[in-house]
């Protein structure tokens, strides 16, 4: 008997280390499907999803997703699109190695709406105001004067072939779309992926971003307006292949602002061959600034913006242009664009240059200040930054 109760202890002492062990180690993904409204509270562990339709994150709730999550819209079932109204909360905590993925099936460029998140931080659109209307189909309010608002925490997120237009709106939407979005939400190591418009584009707000990418997207790499002024952004890294328009597309909404946003570690690459996104529309240039576009920009790789040919015109591609006079008067002569430590090779406009003969462009020297020594964004390889075997990072 004694004996029959050690064998016994001995087996259940074994069977307990074993599952112990297993909880640990092994954690089984699930599947399911995201759509409508969330209105509770939700954490998605990790698993394979179907996004379905344009899933909104309504004020107060907190949506969270696990690390190696995948997500799939499918362009064949309508609209598509993750939307973080004001209020609502995303956090995505992806890892180098276990990112989270936003994709969509077919992998065609501008097959869903991508990441679209609102907040109440301050704007100034067109004519000065403090509060406008979203472009992206919702059509929803967006300014305010919370500087800062926290729309949740997106780290290790890759969004892939967005750019789609909702609801019949006027214009395509990005990877990711930031509405007013505040200073107190986290942006960190994100990939947008060969999506139909921008990678990135700000409409006001004081976010900032850290180690972004934006890897063939066809209209420009980062777009912002409306007063954007992240003043804490770095490691942003462009590579325009196939289709594409401006490195940087930089502009205020036509508002001479006291303000403006800071970017250190930069760098813009166009890959040879890559053309406007819409032929007769020709914008092949690393930084374009118009509208009382401004800011600070340093530690710059400005490469690949060369020649460019379309029927019988030879354009010549810039590494800065200023698109109006208005702008080279107030943002380049009155010292609010600033562009340091400039390295740039393989480009054919290495001076600033207007976009007419009848913009001259004659920046203050500190200003701007070319180097053989810049470095550009720093950016650590991985399972993040990897798409079908291929590292986005050249």
Not at 143 to 148: K, P
Not at 346 to 359: L, R
Not at 370 to 378: E, F, K, L, V, Y
């Amino acid at each position: 008997m004694k004996k029959l109760l050690l064998s016994l202890a001995i087996i259940a002492s074994t069977f307990t280390a074993c599952t112990s062990s297993d909880d640990n180690t092994t954690v089984t993904p699930v599947t399911g499907e995201i759509t409508g409204k969330i209105t509770a509270n939700k954490t998605f562990p990790l698993g394979t999803y179907t996004l379905k339709g344009i899933v909104k994150i309504e004020s107060g709730v907190t949506v969270t997703f696990d690390a190696g999550s995948t997500i799939t819209a499918d362009k064949t079932t309508g609209d598509n699109a993750l939307v973080v109204l004001n209020g609502g909360k995303l956090i995505i905590n992806g890892t180098a190695s276990q990112p989270v993925v936003f994709t969509e099936k077919s992998q065609v460029p501008g097959s869903w709406a991508g990441i679209i998140m609102y907040g109440d931080a301050p704007i100034k659109a067109i004519g000065g105001v403090t509060s406008s209307t979203s472009e992206d189909g919702n059509a929803l309010p967006y300014g305010g004067t919370n500087a800062d608002h926290d729309g949740g925490s997106l780290k290790y997120v890759r969004v892939e072939y967005a750019g789609a237009k909702l609801a019949d709106g006027t214009k395509e939407n990005n990877a990711f779309t930031f509405y007013s979005v505040g200073a107190k939400t986290v942006l960190d190591h994100l990939v947008a992926y060969k999506g139909a418009d921008d990678g990135y584009e700000f409409f006001g707000g004081t976010v900032s971003m850290t180690n972004a990418i934006s890897y063939g997207n066809f209209d420009d790499a980062f777009d912002w307006q409306d007063g954007w002024q992240g003043k804490n952004n770095s490691n942003w890294y462009a590579y325009q292949t196939v289709k594409g328009n401006f490195g940087m597309e930089i502009e205020c909404s036509n508002n001479n602002n006291a303000f403006w946003p800071k970017i250190t570690n930069i760098t813009l690459k166009r890959e040879a061959g890559c053309t406007p996104e819409v032929a007769g529309d020709v914008q092949v240039d690393a930084f374009q600034f118009k509208k009382e576009g401004n800011g600070e920009y340093s530690n710059i790789i400005i490469d690949g913006y060369g020649d460019y040919t379309e029927g019988a015109t030879i354009y010549k591609g810039a590494a800065v242009k200023i698109q109006d006079a208005t702008t080279n008067t107030n943002q380049v002569n009155g010292g609010r664009i600033i562009l340091t430590n400039v390295k740039m090779s393989n480009t054919s406009q290495t001076t600033p240059v207007g976009a007419t003969a009848a913009i001259v462009v004659s920046f203050p020297a500190a200003n701007f200040v070319p180097s053989a020594t810049a470095t550009g964004a720093s950016l650590t390889t991985g399972a993040w930054s990897t798409v079908n075997g291929v590292n986005l990072i050249k």
